[in-house]
């Protein structure tokens, strides 16, 4: 096991225990302070807990990230769990923001995106 996946492994194994053990407050708490720093593949991990879980208090933290990334692979991952939230305003707010910045819009990760986005019958 390479050094990357060690730390792919120890991030579920961090973000397993709290979403088992932990009150949804003490989750949602380090999610949002895990979603200010984490990138890449931590960022996948953590975002994959988010739809599974939809913390409080995350929802305008993954805006932001959206709005101020410029890496394709990550604004997938964040429109996702935007996505998994279910939640109309949200998903409203979520459409400005990639209508503002559209360094997500090529190649793959457009189609990848927009297919996302057609799920929840919303469109660009």
Known sequence: MDELEEKEELLHGLFSTAAD??????????AQL???????GGLRILGEYIQDLRPDGCQQLL?????????AYEQEM????????DDDVLNQKLLQVLRENESWDRGAWSYTIRSALAEQDLYL
């Open 78 to 85: 964040l429109i996702q769990s935007i996505l998994s939230y």
């Open 34 to 40: 895990q979603l200010q720093r984490l990138t890449g």
């Open 21 to 30: 053990t932990s009150s949804k407050e003490v989750f949602s708490a380090i």
């Open 63 to 71: 805006l932001n990230r959206v709005k101020n990334s410029f890496i």
